[in-house]
Nanobody, 123 residues
Framework: QVQLVESGGGLVQTGGSLTLSCAASGRDFSNNAMGWFRQAPGKEREFVAAISWSGGKTRYADFVRGRFTISSDNAKLTVYLQMYSLKPEDTAVYYC????????????????WGQGTQVTVSS
C-alpha cells in the first residue's frame, strides 16, 4: 500500500510563496497519477492539481490561474506543489493523493490520501 506524507505547509503573507511536498512510501503500481486537493474550513474538498507519473501531464483547477505548479520526482516518488502569489482564499488544508487517471487526467480515482498540511495565508 501507499502512504503519503505531505510537508511544506505554513503561514505566509498575501503574495508569498510556499512549496508543498508529498512523499510516497511505497508504490501502488496500478496508480499512475498524483495530485493535490485542498479543503478550507466549512468547505468541501476541492481539486487543485494533478500530474501523471509518465509523460508529465498536468491539470490544474481554474482558480490556480497560473499561480501554482505541480511537478514530480519519479525516483523519489514525490510530488510538489509550488504556490506563488498566495491569497487568503488559498488558506486550507492541502491533501496529496495517489490514484489512477486517464492520459490527460480528465478522469481519475483517489486511492490513497495524505494526512494534509496546513497552508495559511494572512491578509
Amino acid at each position: 500500500q501507499v502512504q503519503l506524507v505531505e510537508s511544506g505547509g505554513g503561514l505566509v503573507q498575501t503574495g508569498g510563496s510556499l512549496t508543498l511536498s508529498c512523499a510516497a512510501s511505497g508504490r501502488d503500481f496500478s496508480n499512475n497519477a498524483m495530485g493535490w486537493f485542498r479543503q478550507a474550513p466549512g468547505k468541501e474538498r476541492e481539486f487543485v492539481a494533478a500530474i501523471s507519473w509518465s509523460g508529465g501531464k498536468t491539470r490544474y483547477a481554474d482558480f490556480v490561474r497560473g499561480r501554482f505548479t505541480i511537478s514530480s520526482d519519479n525516483a523519489k516518488l514525490t510530488v510538489y506543489l509550488q504556490m506563488y502569489s498566495l491569497k487568503p482564499e488559498d488558506t486550507a488544508v492541502y491533501y496529496c493523493y495517489s490514484g489512477v487517471s486517464t492520459g490527460h487526467l480528465a478522469t481519475m480515482t483517489y486511492d490513497y490520501w495524505g494526512q494534509g498540511t496546513q497552508v495559511t495565508v494572512s491578509s
